[in-house]
């Protein structure tokens, strides 16, 4: 068959070339949506009004009370490539605004039929402009409030093919409602409205930011809440985590943003997984609101068409610093938190934007709260864990000395005084606001475990030579991480050096794992490194075997313990770290509260 002579080379019409671009950046109504969004928020807008209709397809309006567009300048807003925000490659690497292409409105009016009507706080009436689908109209005066009102119309109306690729009205609006909560987050200063097919459903009043993370994400968030604040160097990160023992699922609720921006980051989403990783039970996924500031220069927002991921200058010292951050905030003990603080979102946040706990119901005639008193007994051989490390402590309640008198003060107490032990298994208290319920073999457990890793981490991370050093090929990226990450890889105990032009060896292991398999641990710590520019799978081998050290030694099932023992425990369990959980993940101990036992009863009725 003969070949066909080649098409030759020509210009696209400017219609086309706008309808390729807007691929891009307009995929569907809710990316109209946030880059109007944008638009509104770099205005310096307090107030910004939304509405929608048919999921976006017919009605995208954004009304905002910012600086508004000067009557000139409204045909250019709308050309390509237009824009205030930036004006050479250095405004670019320092922008700090959300938008700074200047082809987001060119690309929706290349798909849908745009109108904008602006005023200047400063000019005497408004402007307007409309464009349809490549065909721009003339500026024409109108009436208007100073800001900027948006309207995007009959979207991919005259591209069916776009069209069909959609979603129902009803799932399309559901992403323009997630695009307005990600801007709300983000922007707690702002007020918000959105209103859907003429029915108002969101309605945000400016509030300080941990407030607006709860109006937002609701109050079933922020009750299992912790604040989070954290500076590390230029990096600023604050916002809120939720406890191990709100984990789900599904990954609902995991928001992060940069400079102000909703991120997808695969960086910052490992960071949080790993510092989750010693409390987090199964595959369930945890919650948290996290905003992260540092210097423009140290992030590339310029990375993709929308904006949604982001390159740090320093990967690694960014991962490792919200990983900590989340760590510290997730590991202080039960008695270095008080009571109220520990009892709904955030409490213990200085800014005191969340509301507090209700008080412990009282009835009239009860008197103060106090634990019951108890005589001291003398104790041998209670609860000595399995510790083959020389470093370990037993547990305190193996001391023959009596025990001082416990400190009556709840603040001081969390999880109160023992009362009995139920079936061998449970641990029954009473603190100031009911009961408390301890899984005994999973406190133990934590506490144990904790133990064993300060011991450990106190002798640092020893090597163990490997008698016969393995070698394995190697491919380039591999080669790679070990030149680029020597200081890190002696650090984790690992010796590994060039074995060839295509080949590693590996000559020591970090002695607690110097019987695993060197090859896959080896893979395995190097592709971390060269994806995160860090890695925690050391760490991980570590703590597993730690953590099964202390499931073998922690005290097990049906031993009967005496009330000195029991209180023994709980004050342990004061002051361990993440004592809530035990090694897997699952909650050592329960609150009963005074008012859930009236209803078991109705009192009160």
């Not at 609720?253 to 997984?273: E, G, I, M, P």
């Not at 079936?423 to 999973?442: K, S």
Request: glycine share 6%; aromatic share 4%; net charge neutral.
């Amino acid at each position: 068959m003969q070949q066909q002579p080649p098409a030759p080379i020509r210009a696209l019409p400017d219609t086309l070339i706008s309808q390729i671009a807007a691929g891009e950046v307009v995929e569907r109504p809710a990316s109209a949506l946030r880059e109007l969004l944008d638009n509104a928020l770099d205005s310096g807008a307090s107030r910004v009004t939304i509405h929608i209709e048919q999921g976006g397809l017919e009605l995208i309006r954004v009304e905002d009370d910012g600086s508004g567009i000067a009557a000139d300048e409204l045909a250019l807003a709308l050309a390509r490539h237009a824009t205030s925000k930036i004006a050479s490659l250095d405004d670019l690497e320092q922008a700090r605004s959300l938008g700074f292409r200047g082809e987001a409105l060119a690309s929706i009016a290349a798909v849908a039929e745009v109108e904008i009507v602006s005023r200047r706080s400063d000019a005497a009436a408004a402007a307007s402009i409309r464009a349809e689908v490549g065909r721009l109209d003339a500026v024409r005066p109108a009436a208007g409030a100073p800001g900027t009102t948006v309207d995007v119309r009959r979207m991919f109306h005259e591209i069916p093919a776009r069209r069909q690729f959609l979603k129902s009205a009803t799932t399309e609006a559901g992403w323009c409602v997630e695009m307005v909560r990600r801007a709300a987050l983000a922007h707690p200063r702002i007020a918000f409205q959105l209103w859907q097919d003429g029915r108002q459903v969101l309605q945000l009043a400016p509030a300080e930011p941990l407030r607006r993370i709860a109006d937002v994400l609701g109050r079933a968030f922020a009750a299992d809440a912790l604040a989070l604040r954290a500076e590390f160097g230029p990096l600023r990160v604050h916002g809120l985590v939720t406890r191990p023992s709100a984990a789900r699922a599904r990954a609902e609720h995991q928001w992060l943003f940069v400079n102000r921006r909703w991120v997808r980051d695969r960086v910052l989403a490992h960071a949080l997984r790993a510092a989750y990783a010693d409390v987090l039970h199964g595959a369930l996924q945890p919650q948290y609101a996290l905003l992260l500031e540092l210097p423009p220069e140290r992030v590339d927002v310029n990375v993709h068409p929308a904006k949604s991921e982001v390159r740090f200058r320093d990967a690694q010292a960014v991962h490792q610093a919200l990983r900590r951050a989340v760590q510290q905030t997730l590991a202080p003990a039960l008695g270095a938190r008080t009571p109220a603080a520990d009892s709904a979102a955030a409490q213990a946040d200085a800014d005191g934007v969340l509301p507090a706990p209700a008080a412990p119901r009282a009835s009239a005639p009860a008197a103060p709260w106090a634990p019951p008193r108890q005589g001291t007994l003398p104790l041998r051989s209670a609860l000595q864990p399995w510790a083959p490390l020389p470093a370990v402590a037993p547990l305190s309640t193996a001391e023959a000395a009596p025990r001082p008198q416990p400190d009556p003060d709840p603040a001081h107490q969390p999880l109160g005084e023992a009362l009995a032990q139920l079936h061998g298994i449970y641990i029954l208290a009473q603190n100031a606001h009911g009961l408390v319920v301890v899984d005994m073999h999973a406190a133990h457990e934590r506490i144990v475990y904790e133990r064993l890793k300060a011991a450990w981490d106190a002798r640092a991370l020893p090597s163990q030579p490997l008698l016969l050093p393995v070698s394995f090929a190697a491919s380039a990226a591999e080669l790679g991480a070990v030149d680029e990450h020597a200081d890190t890889l002696a650090c984790l105990g690992l010796d590994i050096a060039a074995g060839g032009p295509a080949s590693l060896v590996v000559r020591a292991l970090p002695s607690l794992l110097a019987r695993g398999d060197a090859v896959r641990l080896t893979r395995a710590v190097l592709a971390e490194l060269a994806a995160y520019g860090s890695s925690a799978r050391v760490e991980q081998g570590r703590n597993a075997l730690l953590a099964s050290m202390a499931c073998h030694g922690a005290v097990r099932a049906n031993r009967q313990l005496s009330l000195a023992e029991m209180n023994a425990l709980l004050r342990d369990m004061e002051a361990t770290e993440r004592s809530d959980q035990c090694n897997h993940g699952r909650p050592t101990w329960r609150q009963v509260g005074l008012n859930e036992l009236d209803a078991l009863f109705l009192r009160g009725r």
